[in-house]
């Protein structure tokens, strides 16, 4: 609740492809936590998958939607990649994550972390994958508003049960 205020604010700020890289970052930090046993470490793990789940849900649909502009390509084109991305994305890619994970644990035996080790893998690949091929690109100047009104704006909206998507 408290990261996601800021992070699509921030992303606009200092560039949609950094705050996706930092995504990955943050994400395989916490993937790295599971392996202390250390309760505060753990505790800084959950912080870092906040702040990356944050990220996750904004950076990356704010520069796709903001590339797709950029490029002139069919508005049309934008709802049909969302839809294959919640169900491929949402639905069958979670489904064969868990079933990939499961493989690592009980059938090859590498321990109960070893699905987080593969996650990091992954990031690290989506985040080469990232540097190397996506332009960078930010959010409109023009709507640029202070923190604490942020924070505000999302109180009042918090409080008053109403719920608003923007990019």
């Known amino acids: 609740m408290l990261f996601g205020t800021i992070v699509g604010s921030l992303a606009d700020k200092q ?3 950094r705050a996706c890289v930092t995504y990955c970052i943050t994400y395989i930090l916490s993937c790295i936590t599971k392996h202390s046993p ?3 470490i753990l505790m800084v793990g959950r912080v870092l998958g906040g702040i990356a789940t944050s990220l996750l ?3 990356f ?3 796709l939607v903001a590339e797709h502009n950029k490029r002139g390509f069919e508005q049309q084109w934008l709802s049909l990649t969302f839809s294959k991305a919640i169900f491929l994305g949402n639905g069958l890619v979670a489904i064969l994550a868990g079933l990939f ?3 690592l644990v009980d059938s090859l035996s ?3 972390v070893a699905p987080f080790d593969a996650a990091a893998i992954f990031l690290a690949i989506g985040m080469a994958i990232i540097l190397s091929s996506w332009t960078e690109n930010f959010g409109d100047p023009s709507e640029n508003k202070d923190l604490l009104t942020q924070f505000r704006g999302a109180a ?4 008053s ?7």
């Open 15 to 17: 560039g949609r492809r």
């Open 38 to 40: 250390q309760y505060k």
């Open 57 to 59: 849900f904004s950076a």
């Open 61 to 63: 649909e704010s520069w």
């Open 101 to 103: 994970g499961n493989v």
């Open 110 to 112: 590498l321990g109960p």
């Open 156 to 159: 009042v909206a918090i409080a």
């Open 161 to 167: 049960g109403r719920v608003q998507y923007l990019l």
